[in-house]
């Protein structure tokens, strides 16, 4: 099993700066790749962004890209989240989230099993 707590959420005002920390634990050579995903109020938990640990290759959901950069340290099992020029409209709960190897693209919910319990975010105008 996999524990994950995410931390470095907070209060910024727009075109502001924040990076969160999502610190892995437990069966880490089980993870394969890992993940942000967030859930703004009344809306459905969306893909942001996720790392392959072994290779560091990235994917990023279209409308982060270029603001958010996701990043690893695989000698101290942590993940982070580089979040440039924020909007209001990325006030959300962020979630970190790690996957096993497996046959998904690693953007979607499905794919993710172990989930942290989320660090919030708010953006203010």
């Known amino acids: 099993q996999v524990q994950l707590v995410e931390s470095g959420g907070g209060l910024v005002q727009a075109g502001g700066s924040l990076r969160l920390s999502c610190a892995a634990s437990g069966r880490i050579f089980s993870i394969y790749a890992m993940g942000w995903f967030r859930q703004a109020p009344g809306k459905e938990r969306e893909f942001v962004a996720t790392i392959i640990r072994s290779t560091g290759r990235t994917y990023y959901a279209d409308s982060m890209k270029g603001r958010f950069t996701i990043s690893r340290d695989n000698t101290k099992n942590m993940m982070y989240l580089q979040m440039n020029s924020l909007k209001p409209e990325d006030t959300a709960v962020y979630y970190c989230?790690?996957?096993?190897?497996?046959?998904?693209?690693?953007?979607?919910?499905?794919?993710?099993?172990?989930w942290g319990q989320g660090t919030q975010v708010t953006v203010s105008s």
């Open positions: 989230a790690a996957a096993p190897p497996g046959i998904g693209d690693y953007r979607s919910i499905a794919d993710f099993p172990s």
